[in-house]
């Protein structure tokens, strides 16, 4: 399956370093690019990117709201790999809660920028855990007592949802829990669907922020 990256950064040098990266790959293609987050939405729509590999902060529209406007304008909405420079920026954090599947460093090796848009374009575990782990330790307060018990997971799903917190792919989760792949499929879609999370990284933040999940 080839996939279709779209890259979005300020900085053309940034732009231009990415698409040699990607292009590089017989299996992904640059589509196209943008040097601020107010391009991207027609982009997408004309290109049909399944991806967009998108700069955090940019000068006009930032990452955050490119990243909201794109999910709630497109269905089916591509995956959205956010680019920063520093790991603990605010706008990271903000930019996952709003839908984005993951970010990355500019700093990354470019063979780790590769895996990572196969991860969050084929959804089939969570990318970089402990970073996603890290970050909500660092912006939430105490959460929330809930727990999750308002979306009645059912116990399988919520020994799913912890593996999945753990950045299990599905592969491995069914290893671990002794389970059928289809089923454990099964499993993570209903999670998603319980928690109203469009993918993991949404759904596991959700699980940090009720406590359900301990960040400690």
Do not use: C, W
């Not at 231009?16 to 601020?36: C, F, K, M, P, Q």
């Not at 454990?184 to 959700?206: F, S």
């Amino acid at each position: 399956m080839n996939l279709s990256v779209v890259v979005v950064d300020d900085e053309p040098l940034i732009r231009s370093g990415l698409r040699a990266i990607i292009n590089a790959e017989e299996d992904l293609t640059v589509v196209g690019e943008a040097g601020d987050g107010a391009e991207v939405l027609p982009l997408v729509r004309r290109t049909g990117a399944d991806v967009v590999l998108m700069d955090v902060r940019m000068p006009a529209v930032d990452g955050i709201q490119a990243t909201r406007l794109l999910l709630d304008s497109l269905d089916p909405a591509p995956r959205v790999l956010v680019v920063t420079t520093f790991e603990n920026d605010d706008y990271v954090y903000d930019a996952l809660r709003a839908g984005a599947s993951g970010f990355l460093l500019k700093r990354t090796p470019p063979d780790d920028i590769i895996a990572a848009i196969r991860t969050v374009a084929h959804s089939e575990s969570l990318l970089f855990p402990e970073a996603i782990r890290a970050l909500a330790l660092a912006h939430l307060g105490t959460p929330a007592p809930s727990g999750l018990t308002e979306y009645q997971l059912t116990e399988r799903e919520q020994e799913v949802l912890r593996l999945m917190a753990r950045g299990l792919s599905n592969a491995e989760i069914a290893a671990e829990l002794i389970l059928g792949l289809q089923t454990v499929k099964t499993h993570v879609a209903n999670v998603l669907a319980k928690l109203n999370a469009r993918d993991r990284t949404q759904a596991v933040i959700r699980a940090y922020e009720s406590g359900f999940v301990p960040l400690h």
